[in-house]
């Protein structure tokens, strides 16, 4: 938590750029999404908006690239759409490190995280899977490289995920072509 209120200090000349781009762009420039936490307890992930408004609610991989604003495909890119995720951390409803939540709807990945016991941690802004450049498109996979970090994670391995997701490895959610 006390990290996050560092990070959000250190960030918020970007966190304010970023906003009055994609407020310029879309006029909402904040997106909440409903999200499954620990044990699966819903609760809102806040992001910067990248896509249109009207785009469905759906996992990334199933959404259509040309719905990605302009200054979205830069600000995903990046990974700086998820900066707003460090209040979710604050809230206690994220950590900077585990599972990416997931939405309701995705049942494949619900069951297998279920069946590796993923929803007994805590979700996170970015951990083993973003670094190795899996997505939720992958369900079965994702889910076990998620049950191999909240196994073997540790002071070292929880800022190594992070200084691997600051410095560029691994990608974001791909998106639909």
Avoid: W
Wanted: hydrophobic content about 40%; overall charge positive.
């Amino acid at each position: 938590m006390v990290l996050s209120l560092i990070l959000i200090f250190i960030f918020s000349p970007i966190l304010l750029f970023i906003y009055i781009i994609c407020f310029i762009e879309s006029g909402n420039p904040i997106f909440i999404q409903k999200r499954l936490g620990i044990n699966k307890k819903p609760f809102y992930l806040l992001k910067f908006r990248t896509m249109n408004i009207n785009t469905p609610s759906l996992a990334s991989h199933l959404v259509n690239r040309n719905l990605v604003t302009k200054s979205g495909r830069i600000i995903r890119f990046l990974k700086l759409d998820e900066l707003p995720q460090l209040i979710n951390v604050i809230k206690g409803d994220m950590s900077l490190v585990g599972p990416r939540p997931c939405l309701s709807n995705q049942s494949e990945l619900i069951k297998y995280r279920d069946n590796y016991g993923v929803f007994l941690s805590k979700p996170g802004i970015t951990g083993l899977g973003q670094v190795r450049g899996v997505d939720m498109s992958n369900p079965q996979r994702l889910a076990k490289l998620d049950s191999q970090m909240i196994s073997n994670l540790n002071q070292i391995n929880y800022f190594k995920y992070l200084f691997l997701t600051v410095f560029g490895k691994g990608i974001g959610d791909r998106l639909k072509k």
